[in-house]
């Protein structure tokens, strides 16, 4: 009855590590979300539109280069993921073209 007990006690604190973890997780991804430049749209309540093309709904991820934002695409119908890459005027010329040519590979696979 006790190793029962204590197995029982295991699994319920593995649960609430578990859950724990997540709700971190998504408190980090909200305020990433609250702080990207690219999901301010033009008036509060209404979403961005890139390219006249996507609805920006959420971020979905964050990396060095940009952000990759779950999207609608309004000529599709259907959901999609988009990243977007921001290039820092600052930066030295050269590697500025290294990271468009770095986009321009990306584009290119997964056109």
Known sequence: ANRQRRSS???SLEALKRSKMLHQKDLRRQHLEKTSKFLKGPSPGVPPILNHRYVLLSLLGRGGFGQ????????ESRE?????HQVDP????????????GIHREYNIHR
Not at 68 to 75: E, G, M
Not at 90 to 101: H, L, M
């Open 68 to 75: 990759v934002l779950r999207a609608f695409d309004l000529v």
């Open 9 to 11: 006690v295991e699994d």
């Open 90 to 101: 600052t930066w030295e010329p050269d590697r500025i073209a290294s990271v468009i040519r």
């Open 80 to 84: 999609v993921a988009c990243k977007v």
